[in-house]
C-alpha cells in the first residue's frame, strides 16, 4: 500500500513548514490516473498524523477525472474508464489531466488568545 508512503511525506513535509501548529485541514488533488486509492489515503493520513499536530485534521481531496488528447484526430474527451482509448478508437493518445497529485493548501487552526 504505497498510499502510507505518500501519507507520511505529506505529514512530513507539513510539520516541516508548519513546526507544531495545529492543522485544521489538508487539501489535496488526486488524479484520476495518478494511481492514489482516495479511501486507502485517508486511512494512512489518519496513522501518519497520530500524535502530531495534523491529528484530526480533515483531509480534503480533489479528484479531477483524467484528459486525453487524440494524437491522430486532435480530439480531447475526458476519461470514462482507464483505459486510454480515443473514441475513434485510437490509443495513440497524450494524457493533459489526471496524474496529479498536489498539496493544494494547508489550513492551521485558530489559534485562541489566552484568557
Known sequence: MHELSIASSLVDTIRDRT???????VHLRIGQLSGVLADALRFSFEIAAANTALEGAELILEQPAGRIRCRTYGLDSGLVDQ???????????????????????????AVEAAG
Do not use: K, M, N
Open 19 to 25: 513546526g507544531e501548529r495545529t492543522v485544521a485541514s
Open 83 to 109: 483505459f486510454l482509448l480515443c473514441a475513434c478508437g485510437s490509443a495513440d493518445v497524450q494524457v493533459t489531466a489526471g496524474r496529479e497529485l498536489d498539496l493544494v493548501a494547508v489550513q492551521l487552526a
